[in-house]
């Protein structure tokens, strides 16, 4: 309850700048001038329009992604997990994974466990999408414009206006061009922490994820860099998270999609498709070993 309520009172105003410690590669100076010909309002409404339409335009396109996390100490890693898979998405847009690389996990030597929250988080939150189903679920304040490499972009910081138990969220600082409406940059960390019992914690590092135009169109997230460390009750644990989403392909409702070696049909009404392959079992909580 403590830590909920403190995330809630700290809002946008106070962010940490370890949350913007991987956002001055590539950026000019941050502009507090207001935008000219188009109201802050108007700049939320379009990209979390278009930031919708992107989230269903995913759904049709396959990708790979991959996942390495370290626990460090110092320049040296003590210990990793891994993890590769394809994306896909069947045409009731349930998605599923193929798992193509998962070597043993030794995370646990460096003093740290994968738990469920980490799972969600390293495959729908790191690569974050404000729609405008969720915009209403957060705060938004509008801090000016900034060059990122030849784009010019608005940038808002944002923050949840409450904290609901069970859910996550994002909070931080996006970037949103200004041509086409849509976030190519986001820097910030998931929330809530959760702090159960002195040994009952499980932390999450800030992060920053970067996007790139896929077929002239949409801009997807193409890679995340977490380099933090975490503040657990008995010790610092610095951690490396590094994730790449590549090959993206768009198919159609006639194109085949193949699946632990075989042909996905489409779904028929009422019936359900296998189950997803399954993913390495979490622990309940990620804490110091």
Request: cysteine-free; glycine content about 6%; proline content about 4%.
């Amino acid at each position: 309850m403590k830590m909920r309520t403190r995330w809630i009172a700290i809002g946008i105003l106070s962010l940490s700048t370890s949350l913007f410690a991987f956002a001055d590669q590539g950026e000019g100076p941050l502009n507090p001038a207001k935008p000219t010909g188009i109201t802050t309002e108007e700049i939320i409404q379009r990209f979390a329009a278009k930031e919708k339409d992107f989230k269903l335009a995913r759904e049709h396109y396959t990708f790979r992604q991959s996942i390495k996390v370290q626990a460090m100490d110092g320049n040296t890693v003590k210990g990793e997990y891994q993890e590769t898979f394809d994306v896909l998405t069947d045409d009731r847009g349930k998605r599923m994974e193929n798992v193509v690389f998962a070597p043993q996990s030794s995370l646990e030597e460096g003093g740290l466990s994968i738990t469920r929250e980490d799972l969600d988080d390293l495959r729908n939150k790191l690569p974050f999408v404000l729609t405008s189903d969720e915009v209403g679920d957060y705060d938004i304040l509008y801090v000016g414009q900034q060059q990122q490499d030849e784009l010019h972009t608005y940038v808002f910081d944002i923050a949840p206006k409450q904290i609901e138990k069970g859910r996550r969220y994002f909070q931080g600082r996006i970037w949103v061009d200004d041509h086409d409406f849509q976030i190519v940059k986001t820097n910030g960390k998931t929330v809530p922490d959760i702090r159960k019992k002195k040994d009952q914690e499980n932390l999450f590092p800030s992060f920053t994820t970067w996007r790139e135009q896929i077929d002239g169109k949409y801009w997807f997230p193409t890679y995340t860099l977490a380099d933090d460390t975490l503040h657990f009750s008995a010790q610092d644990i610095r951690i490396r998270e590094i994730l790449h989403y590549e090959d993206y392909k768009r198919f159609g409702s006639s194109a085949k999609i193949i699946y632990n070696g075989k042909e996905i049909d489409k779904a028929e009404p009422g019936k359900d498709k296998d189950k997803d392959g399954q993913q390495p079992k979490p622990d309940d909580d990620k804490k110091p070993q």
